[in-house]
Protein backbone atom coordinates (compact mmCIF):
# COMPACT_ATOMS: atom_id res chain seq x y z
CA UNK A 1 0.00 0.00 0.00
CA UNK A 2 2.67 2.44 1.09
CA UNK A 3 4.42 1.49 -2.38
CA UNK A 4 1.89 1.93 -4.68
CA UNK A 5 1.04 5.42 -3.16
CA UNK A 6 4.64 6.44 -3.08
CA UNK A 7 5.07 5.01 -6.87
CA UNK A 8 2.23 7.28 -7.50
CA UNK A 9 3.58 10.31 -5.71
CA UNK A 10 6.54 9.97 -7.73
CA UNK A 11 4.91 9.81 -10.94
CA UNK A 12 2.83 13.16 -10.28
CA UNK A 13 6.42 14.62 -9.63
CA UNK A 14 7.61 13.69 -12.74
CA UNK A 15 4.22 14.60 -14.88
CA UNK A 16 4.81 18.35 -13.02
CA UNK A 17 8.80 18.05 -14.09
CA UNK A 18 8.29 17.32 -17.45
CA UNK A 19 5.09 20.58 -17.63
CA UNK A 20 7.23 22.72 -15.81
CA UNK A 21 10.06 22.16 -18.18
CA UNK A 22 8.01 22.65 -21.36
CA UNK A 23 6.84 25.71 -20.01
CA UNK A 24 10.16 27.24 -18.99
CA UNK A 25 13.02 25.84 -20.53
CA UNK A 26 11.71 25.08 -24.19
CA UNK A 27 11.05 28.94 -24.48
CA UNK A 28 14.19 29.48 -22.90
CA UNK A 29 17.00 27.63 -25.29
CA UNK A 30 14.33 29.26 -28.32
CA UNK A 31 15.80 32.78 -27.01
CA UNK A 32 19.17 30.97 -26.63
CA UNK A 33 19.06 29.98 -30.31
CA UNK A 34 17.36 33.10 -31.68
CA UNK A 35 20.23 35.29 -30.36
CA UNK A 36 23.17 33.36 -31.38
CA UNK A 37 21.65 32.97 -35.19
CA UNK A 38 20.79 36.96 -35.02
CA UNK A 39 24.34 37.42 -34.18
CA UNK A 40 25.26 35.13 -37.58
CA UNK A 41 22.92 36.73 -39.81
CA UNK A 42 23.91 40.18 -38.90
CA UNK A 43 27.52 39.52 -39.94
CA UNK A 44 26.72 38.15 -43.07
CA UNK A 45 27.64 40.62 -46.24
CA UNK A 46 24.15 41.33 -47.47
CA UNK A 47 22.21 40.55 -43.84
CA UNK A 48 20.64 37.53 -44.33
CA UNK A 49 17.57 36.81 -42.07
CA UNK A 50 17.44 34.32 -39.55
CA UNK A 51 14.10 33.06 -38.37
CA UNK A 52 13.90 30.41 -35.15
CA UNK A 53 10.70 28.24 -34.53
CA UNK A 54 11.48 26.06 -31.28
CA UNK A 55 14.42 25.54 -31.99
CA UNK A 56 14.56 24.85 -35.53
CA UNK A 57 16.39 27.93 -37.83
CA UNK A 58 15.63 28.62 -40.80
CA UNK A 59 17.76 31.12 -43.04
CA UNK A 60 16.57 33.53 -45.95
CA UNK A 61 18.22 36.10 -48.00
CA UNK A 62 21.38 36.52 -50.45
CA UNK A 63 24.53 34.82 -49.64
CA UNK A 64 27.74 36.84 -50.60
CA UNK A 65 29.10 33.55 -52.96
CA UNK A 66 30.12 30.14 -51.47
CA UNK A 67 32.50 31.21 -50.00
CA UNK A 68 30.48 32.83 -47.22
CA UNK A 69 27.30 30.31 -47.96
CA UNK A 70 30.06 27.58 -46.36
CA UNK A 71 31.11 29.62 -43.25
CA UNK A 72 27.47 30.71 -42.51
CA UNK A 73 26.15 27.29 -42.33
CA UNK A 74 28.81 26.25 -40.61
CA UNK A 75 28.30 28.93 -37.84
CA UNK A 76 24.49 27.65 -38.08
CA UNK A 77 25.26 24.34 -37.80
CA UNK A 78 27.06 24.98 -34.46
CA UNK A 79 24.73 27.38 -32.41
CA UNK A 80 24.00 25.70 -29.42
CA UNK A 81 20.71 24.01 -28.67
CA UNK A 82 19.33 23.85 -32.20
CA UNK A 83 17.81 21.21 -33.51
CA UNK A 84 17.39 21.52 -37.91
CA UNK A 85 19.09 24.54 -40.17
CA UNK A 86 16.73 25.27 -43.05
CA UNK A 87 18.60 26.88 -46.10
CA UNK A 88 16.62 29.03 -48.02
CA UNK A 89 19.17 31.27 -49.35
CA UNK A 90 20.55 32.52 -53.18
CA UNK A 91 24.28 31.78 -53.55
CA UNK A 92 25.59 34.86 -55.57
CA UNK A 93 27.76 33.23 -58.19
CA UNK A 94 31.61 34.09 -58.04
CA UNK A 95 32.80 36.17 -61.05
CA UNK A 96 36.80 36.35 -61.18
CA UNK A 97 37.70 39.01 -62.84
CA UNK A 98 34.93 40.95 -62.06
CA UNK A 99 33.36 42.84 -64.69
CA UNK A 100 31.81 46.03 -65.68
CA UNK A 101 31.35 47.46 -69.27
CA UNK A 102 29.67 50.40 -70.59
CA UNK A 103 29.10 52.32 -73.50
CA UNK A 104 28.45 56.50 -74.43
CA UNK A 105 26.50 57.53 -77.35
CA UNK A 106 24.65 60.52 -77.98
CA UNK A 107 25.04 61.77 -74.44
CA UNK A 108 23.39 57.80 -73.01
CA UNK A 109 25.62 55.71 -70.90
CA UNK A 110 24.50 52.10 -71.12
CA UNK A 111 26.08 49.77 -68.44
CA UNK A 112 26.19 45.80 -68.41
CA UNK A 113 27.98 43.57 -65.93
CA UNK A 114 27.87 42.85 -62.26
CA UNK A 115 27.11 44.92 -59.06
CA UNK A 116 28.18 43.43 -55.27
CA UNK A 117 24.72 44.05 -54.16
CA UNK A 118 21.42 46.07 -54.26
CA UNK A 119 22.90 49.51 -53.17
CA UNK A 120 25.47 49.45 -55.56
CA UNK A 121 23.04 48.46 -58.35
CA UNK A 122 20.36 51.14 -57.51
CA UNK A 123 24.11 54.00 -57.31
CA UNK A 124 25.48 53.05 -60.36
CA UNK A 125 22.22 52.56 -61.83
CA UNK A 126 21.61 56.56 -61.38
CA UNK A 127 24.37 56.98 -63.43
CA UNK A 128 23.57 54.59 -66.31
CA UNK A 129 20.67 52.71 -67.80
CA UNK A 130 20.66 48.73 -67.93
CA UNK A 131 20.52 45.83 -65.50
CA UNK A 132 23.62 44.89 -63.75
CA UNK A 133 23.51 41.17 -62.15
CA UNK A 134 24.28 41.29 -58.62
CA UNK A 135 27.50 39.15 -58.13
CA UNK A 136 30.31 37.76 -55.26
CA UNK A 137 33.71 38.22 -56.47
CA UNK A 138 34.07 42.79 -56.63
CA UNK A 139 38.06 43.14 -55.54
CA UNK A 140 37.45 44.95 -52.64
CA UNK A 141 35.08 47.15 -50.41
CA UNK A 142 35.99 50.43 -53.02
CA UNK A 143 35.27 48.77 -56.40
CA UNK A 144 31.97 50.90 -56.09
CA UNK A 145 33.84 54.27 -56.00
CA UNK A 146 36.00 53.24 -58.92
CA UNK A 147 32.73 52.16 -60.88
CA UNK A 148 30.99 55.01 -60.17
CA UNK A 149 33.99 57.47 -61.20
CA UNK A 150 34.72 54.98 -64.64
CA UNK A 151 30.65 55.59 -65.30
CA UNK A 152 31.21 59.86 -64.58
CA UNK A 153 34.61 59.42 -67.24
CA UNK A 154 32.79 57.96 -69.79
CA UNK A 155 29.76 60.44 -69.73
CA UNK A 156 32.13 63.01 -71.41
CA UNK A 157 33.01 60.71 -74.25
CA UNK A 158 31.32 61.78 -77.76
CA UNK A 159 30.88 58.23 -77.92
CA UNK A 160 32.87 55.64 -76.07
CA UNK A 161 33.34 52.35 -74.62
CA UNK A 162 34.71 51.55 -70.79
CA UNK A 163 35.97 47.97 -69.77
CA UNK A 164 36.73 47.50 -66.05
CA UNK A 165 37.69 44.22 -65.15
CA UNK A 166 38.81 43.92 -61.68
CA UNK A 167 40.72 47.01 -60.88
CA UNK A 168 41.60 47.89 -64.42
CA UNK A 169 39.27 50.37 -66.11
CA UNK A 170 40.21 50.76 -69.90
CA UNK A 171 38.67 53.93 -72.21
CA UNK A 172 38.32 54.11 -75.54
CA UNK A 173 36.20 55.40 -78.05
CA UNK A 174 36.38 59.52 -79.18
CA UNK A 175 36.82 63.09 -77.08
CA UNK A 176 35.98 66.20 -78.35
CA UNK A 177 39.50 67.73 -77.69
CA UNK A 178 43.20 66.33 -76.34
CA UNK A 179 41.58 69.09 -72.97
CA UNK A 180 38.69 66.74 -72.37
CA UNK A 181 41.09 63.20 -71.98
CA UNK A 182 42.91 65.90 -69.45
CA UNK A 183 40.24 66.67 -67.42
CA UNK A 184 39.39 62.80 -67.90
CA UNK A 185 42.77 62.15 -66.44
CA UNK A 186 42.27 64.76 -63.30
CA UNK A 187 39.24 63.21 -62.46
CA UNK A 188 40.52 59.30 -61.86
CA UNK A 189 42.87 60.49 -60.01
CA UNK A 190 41.20 60.10 -56.69
CA UNK A 191 40.60 56.13 -57.82
CA UNK A 192 41.70 53.54 -54.88
CA UNK A 193 44.83 52.44 -54.35
CA UNK A 194 45.81 49.70 -56.52
CA UNK A 195 43.24 50.75 -59.64
CA UNK A 196 44.78 52.07 -62.61
CA UNK A 197 43.25 53.34 -66.01
CA UNK A 198 44.01 53.52 -70.18
CA UNK A 199 42.84 55.14 -72.88
CA UNK A 200 43.13 54.72 -76.43
CA UNK A 201 40.51 57.60 -77.41
CA UNK A 202 40.99 59.81 -80.86
CA UNK A 203 39.69 63.47 -81.39
CA UNK A 204 37.11 65.26 -83.07
CA UNK A 205 39.54 67.91 -82.70
CA UNK A 206 43.40 67.06 -82.04
CA UNK A 207 44.56 70.59 -81.30
CA UNK A 208 45.95 70.89 -85.13
CA UNK A 209 44.98 73.75 -87.36
CA UNK A 210 41.77 73.74 -89.61
CA UNK A 211 42.41 71.98 -93.02
CA UNK A 212 39.92 70.45 -95.51
CA UNK A 213 39.42 69.93 -98.86
CA UNK A 214 36.46 70.35 -101.35
CA UNK A 215 36.57 68.40 -104.60
CA UNK A 216 33.53 69.45 -107.14
CA UNK A 217 32.47 67.54 -110.18
CA UNK A 218 29.74 68.60 -112.77
CA UNK A 219 28.19 65.29 -113.14
CA UNK A 220 28.67 64.23 -109.45
CA UNK A 221 28.82 67.06 -107.30
CA UNK A 222 30.94 68.16 -104.32
CA UNK A 223 32.79 66.73 -101.40
CA UNK A 224 34.01 68.79 -98.11
CA UNK A 225 36.61 66.97 -95.89
CA UNK A 226 38.73 68.04 -93.23
CA UNK A 227 38.71 70.39 -90.25
CA UNK A 228 36.90 73.96 -91.28
CA UNK A 229 37.36 76.59 -88.67
CA UNK A 230 35.72 76.58 -85.72
CA UNK A 231 32.08 78.30 -86.49
CA UNK A 232 32.21 76.94 -89.99
CA UNK A 233 29.80 74.24 -90.88
CA UNK A 234 29.51 72.54 -94.50
CA UNK A 235 26.12 73.71 -95.46
CA UNK A 236 27.73 77.67 -94.98
CA UNK A 237 30.43 76.19 -97.75
CA UNK A 238 27.79 75.06 -99.80
CA UNK A 239 25.78 78.43 -99.47
CA UNK A 240 28.94 80.77 -100.22
CA UNK A 241 30.16 78.53 -103.31
CA UNK A 242 26.28 78.67 -104.71
CA UNK A 243 25.65 75.15 -104.89
CA UNK A 244 22.50 73.18 -102.84
CA UNK A 245 24.36 70.42 -101.18
CA UNK A 246 27.40 68.19 -100.90
CA UNK A 247 28.87 64.98 -99.60
CA UNK A 248 29.86 66.27 -95.99
CA UNK A 249 32.42 64.29 -93.98
CA UNK A 250 34.50 67.36 -92.22
CA UNK A 251 34.50 68.20 -88.61
CA UNK A 252 34.64 71.50 -87.41
CA UNK A 253 37.31 72.76 -84.78
CA UNK A 254 36.25 73.01 -81.43
CA UNK A 255 39.65 75.09 -80.27
CA UNK A 256 41.26 78.00 -81.11
CA UNK A 257 39.68 81.40 -82.29
CA UNK A 258 36.33 81.36 -84.44
CA UNK A 259 36.77 81.37 -87.77
CA UNK A 260 34.78 82.60 -91.02
CA UNK A 261 33.83 81.37 -94.29
CA UNK A 262 36.68 81.30 -97.17
CA UNK A 263 36.07 84.38 -99.40
CA UNK A 264 37.47 82.20 -101.82
CA UNK A 265 33.97 80.59 -102.45
CA UNK A 266 32.15 83.01 -103.10
CA UNK A 267 34.83 84.62 -105.24
CA UNK A 268 34.20 81.28 -107.70
CA UNK A 269 30.75 80.97 -107.02
CA UNK A 270 30.00 83.01 -110.88
CA UNK A 271 32.20 80.63 -111.84
CA UNK A 272 29.91 77.17 -110.90
CA UNK A 273 28.32 76.72 -114.12
CA UNK A 274 31.50 76.81 -116.25
CA UNK A 275 33.52 74.52 -114.26
CA UNK A 276 34.01 70.87 -114.90
CA UNK A 277 35.85 70.18 -111.93
CA UNK A 278 37.32 72.10 -109.19
CA UNK A 279 39.71 71.76 -105.92
CA UNK A 280 40.22 73.71 -103.10
CA UNK A 281 42.58 72.67 -100.70
CA UNK A 282 42.84 75.42 -97.52
CA UNK A 283 45.33 74.59 -94.94
CA UNK A 284 47.75 76.56 -92.51
CA UNK A 285 50.64 77.39 -95.82
CA UNK A 286 47.77 78.79 -97.80
CA UNK A 287 45.00 77.74 -100.39
CA UNK A 288 45.01 76.09 -103.55
CA UNK A 289 42.51 76.15 -106.38
CA UNK A 290 42.61 73.98 -109.00
CA UNK A 291 39.92 74.45 -111.88
CA UNK A 292 39.02 72.42 -114.87
CA UNK A 293 37.12 73.53 -117.75
CA UNK A 294 35.87 71.98 -120.85
CA UNK A 295 36.80 71.80 -124.15
CA UNK A 296 37.16 75.35 -125.93
CA UNK A 297 38.42 76.94 -123.04
CA UNK A 298 41.13 79.45 -123.75
CA UNK A 299 43.02 78.66 -120.16
CA UNK A 300 45.42 81.90 -120.73
CA UNK A 301 42.53 84.53 -120.76
CA UNK A 302 40.38 82.17 -118.18
CA UNK A 303 43.88 82.52 -115.59
CA UNK A 304 43.93 86.02 -115.87
CA UNK A 305 40.35 86.72 -115.38
CA UNK A 306 39.88 83.68 -112.86
CA UNK A 307 43.04 85.08 -111.14
CA UNK A 308 41.49 89.49 -111.19
CA UNK A 309 38.36 88.03 -109.56
CA UNK A 310 40.45 85.65 -106.81
CA UNK A 311 42.96 88.47 -106.28
CA UNK A 312 43.04 89.25 -102.17
CA UNK A 313 40.69 86.22 -101.23
CA UNK A 314 43.43 84.09 -99.52
CA UNK A 315 46.64 84.55 -97.72
CA UNK A 316 48.76 82.87 -100.18
CA UNK A 317 46.36 81.44 -102.83
CA UNK A 318 48.02 79.56 -105.83
CA UNK A 319 45.94 79.04 -108.70
CA UNK A 320 46.72 75.91 -111.47
CA UNK A 321 44.46 75.04 -114.39
CA UNK A 322 43.61 72.54 -116.85
CA UNK A 323 41.32 71.50 -119.67
CA UNK A 324 38.88 68.42 -118.91
CA UNK A 325 38.27 66.37 -121.68
CA UNK A 326 34.46 65.10 -122.04
CA UNK A 327 33.98 61.19 -121.91
CA UNK A 328 31.32 59.50 -123.64
CA UNK A 329 29.35 59.43 -127.60
CA UNK A 330 27.48 62.02 -129.10
CA UNK A 331 24.01 62.59 -127.78
CA UNK A 332 24.87 61.24 -123.84
CA UNK A 333 23.34 63.28 -121.08
CA UNK A 334 23.90 64.60 -118.19
CA UNK A 335 22.66 66.51 -115.45
CA UNK A 336 25.41 69.81 -114.40
CA UNK A 337 24.78 69.87 -110.80
CA UNK A 338 25.94 73.35 -110.04
CA UNK A 339 23.74 75.01 -112.30
CA UNK A 340 20.77 71.97 -112.62
CA UNK A 341 21.52 72.74 -116.60
CA UNK A 342 20.71 69.25 -118.60
CA UNK A 343 23.51 69.07 -121.03
CA UNK A 344 23.82 66.72 -123.90
CA UNK A 345 27.28 65.69 -125.62
CA UNK A 346 28.08 67.08 -128.65
CA UNK A 347 31.24 66.98 -130.63
CA UNK A 348 33.39 66.91 -127.07
CA UNK A 349 31.31 69.87 -125.51
CA UNK A 350 28.76 69.39 -123.18
CA UNK A 351 25.95 71.90 -124.75
CA UNK A 352 22.52 73.01 -123.05
CA UNK A 353 20.16 70.26 -123.74
CA UNK A 354 17.30 71.43 -126.14
CA UNK A 355 13.70 71.81 -124.35
CA UNK A 356 11.73 72.69 -127.67
CA UNK A 357 10.26 71.35 -130.27
CA UNK A 358 12.08 73.25 -133.19
CA UNK A 359 10.16 75.45 -135.55
CA UNK A 360 11.26 79.19 -137.27
CA UNK A 361 9.01 81.20 -134.38
CA UNK A 362 10.09 78.94 -131.28
CA UNK A 363 14.06 78.75 -132.63
CA UNK A 364 14.32 82.98 -133.05
CA UNK A 365 12.91 83.54 -129.85
CA UNK A 366 15.24 80.75 -128.57
CA UNK A 367 18.09 82.94 -129.83
CA UNK A 368 16.95 85.83 -128.80
CA UNK A 369 16.63 84.69 -125.24
CA UNK A 370 20.44 83.37 -125.33
CA UNK A 371 21.93 86.40 -126.64
CA UNK A 372 19.66 88.73 -124.62
CA UNK A 373 21.22 86.80 -121.34
CA UNK A 374 24.57 86.18 -122.64
CA UNK A 375 27.03 87.85 -124.23
CA UNK A 376 29.69 86.67 -127.04
CA UNK A 377 32.30 88.95 -126.06
CA UNK A 378 36.26 89.16 -127.26
CA UNK A 379 39.54 90.70 -126.64
CA UNK A 380 39.82 94.29 -127.63
CA UNK A 381 40.26 95.21 -130.85
CA UNK A 382 41.32 91.49 -132.04
CA UNK A 383 38.82 88.40 -132.83
CA UNK A 384 39.75 86.34 -130.12
CA UNK A 385 36.69 84.75 -128.06
CA UNK A 386 37.29 86.54 -124.32
CA UNK A 387 37.46 84.68 -121.27
CA UNK A 388 33.96 84.37 -120.66
CA UNK A 389 32.22 83.92 -124.23
CA UNK A 390 32.44 79.68 -124.11
CA UNK A 391 29.23 79.46 -122.31
CA UNK A 392 27.70 82.22 -124.41
CA UNK A 393 28.82 79.91 -127.38
CA UNK A 394 27.76 76.69 -126.00
CA UNK A 395 23.89 78.05 -125.10
CA UNK A 396 23.71 79.38 -128.56
CA UNK A 397 24.94 75.85 -130.00
CA UNK A 398 22.71 73.94 -128.15
CA UNK A 399 19.89 76.40 -129.95
CA UNK A 400 20.74 76.12 -133.38
CA UNK A 401 22.21 72.86 -133.44
CA UNK A 402 18.38 71.48 -133.57
CA UNK A 403 17.07 73.93 -135.10
CA UNK A 404 19.25 73.72 -138.15
CA UNK A 405 19.40 69.52 -137.97
CA UNK A 406 15.90 68.92 -137.40
CA UNK A 407 14.01 72.05 -138.35
CA UNK A 408 15.90 72.10 -141.70
CA UNK A 409 16.48 76.05 -141.10
CA UNK A 410 19.73 78.07 -141.93
CA UNK A 411 21.14 80.95 -140.16
CA UNK A 412 24.05 83.47 -140.52
CA UNK A 413 26.02 84.92 -137.70
CA UNK A 414 26.57 88.44 -137.85
CA UNK A 415 29.27 90.63 -136.46
CA UNK A 416 28.74 94.16 -135.74
CA UNK A 417 31.04 97.02 -134.49
CA UNK A 418 30.74 100.11 -132.76
CA UNK A 419 32.12 103.23 -135.12
CA UNK A 420 35.11 104.23 -133.41
CA UNK A 421 37.63 103.34 -135.98
CA UNK A 422 37.81 103.51 -139.64
CA UNK A 423 35.21 102.15 -141.41
CA UNK A 424 36.92 99.36 -143.04
CA UNK A 425 38.97 98.18 -139.96
CA UNK A 426 35.60 98.02 -138.62
CA UNK A 427 34.64 95.41 -141.02
CA UNK A 428 37.10 93.32 -141.51
CA UNK A 429 37.26 92.89 -137.59
CA UNK A 430 33.16 92.36 -137.34
CA UNK A 431 34.06 89.57 -140.56
CA UNK A 432 36.39 87.75 -138.37
CA UNK A 433 34.82 87.92 -135.35
CA UNK A 434 31.83 86.33 -137.43
CA UNK A 435 34.08 84.11 -138.36
CA UNK A 436 35.19 82.89 -135.30
CA UNK A 437 31.74 82.50 -133.59
CA UNK A 438 30.83 80.63 -136.62
CA UNK A 439 33.89 78.05 -136.12
CA UNK A 440 33.54 77.88 -132.53
CA UNK A 441 29.66 76.82 -133.37
CA UNK A 442 30.66 74.35 -135.99
CA UNK A 443 33.10 72.82 -133.71
CA UNK A 444 30.31 72.16 -130.77
CA UNK A 445 28.90 70.19 -133.89
CA UNK A 446 26.17 72.34 -135.73
CA UNK A 447 26.04 71.60 -139.22
CA UNK A 448 28.19 73.83 -141.36
CA UNK A 449 25.87 73.55 -144.15
CA UNK A 450 22.94 75.74 -142.60
CA UNK A 451 25.65 78.00 -141.11
CA UNK A 452 27.23 81.22 -142.52
CA UNK A 453 29.02 84.66 -141.02
CA UNK A 454 29.28 88.46 -142.56
CA UNK A 455 30.49 91.09 -140.97
CA UNK A 456 28.45 94.48 -140.66
CA UNK A 457 31.07 97.29 -139.31
CA UNK A 458 29.13 99.72 -137.89
CA UNK A 459 26.87 99.77 -140.47
CA UNK A 460 23.79 98.85 -138.28
CA UNK A 461 24.04 99.98 -135.18
CA UNK A 462 21.24 99.74 -131.95
CA UNK A 463 22.30 102.55 -130.21
CA UNK A 464 23.78 105.48 -129.92
CA UNK A 465 27.72 105.96 -130.54
CA UNK A 466 27.98 108.53 -128.71
CA UNK A 467 27.58 107.22 -125.15
CA UNK A 468 29.91 104.49 -124.00
CA UNK A 469 26.65 102.32 -122.66
CA UNK A 470 25.66 102.75 -126.77
CA UNK A 471 29.11 101.70 -127.97
CA UNK A 472 28.83 98.15 -125.97
CA UNK A 473 25.50 97.37 -127.18
CA UNK A 474 27.05 97.99 -131.39
CA UNK A 475 29.45 95.32 -130.31
CA UNK A 476 27.53 92.45 -130.74
CA UNK A 477 26.86 88.51 -132.18
CA UNK A 478 23.78 88.75 -133.64
CA UNK A 479 22.09 85.35 -135.70
CA UNK A 480 19.83 86.76 -138.92
CA UNK A 481 17.49 83.64 -140.10
CA UNK A 482 18.07 83.20 -143.68
CA UNK A 483 14.90 82.11 -146.29
Not at 132 to 146: F, Q, R, V
Amino acid sequence: MRLGVGLGVLGLGVVALGWWARAHYAPYMQDVVTAQSQVLAMASVHGVQASVAGRDITVTGIVDGPAEHQALFSAFDAVRGRRVVHDRTVVLPLIDPYTLNATALNGVVTASGHAPNEGVRNRLGAQAAGDLTLAAGAPDATWPDAASLGLAALAVFEEGQLQMSGRSLAFSGVLATPQAEADIRAALAVLPADYTSSFDVTYLDDGTPPAWRLSHDAASGARLSGKLPMGVSGAQVAEALGIATLDDTSTVALMGDAGAVSPVLARLAPWMAEIETLTIAEGPDGTEVEVGFGAGADLELLGAALGADLDGAARRLTLHLREVAATGADGDRRTHVASGRDEVLSGGFWLPAPGFAPDATTCAAQVDAVLGASRIGFVTGSSRLDARARGAVNALAGVLSPCLREAGLRAEIGGHTDATGSEDANLALSRERASAVRAALLARGVPEAGLAAEGYGASQPIADNATEEGRAANRRTAVRWIE
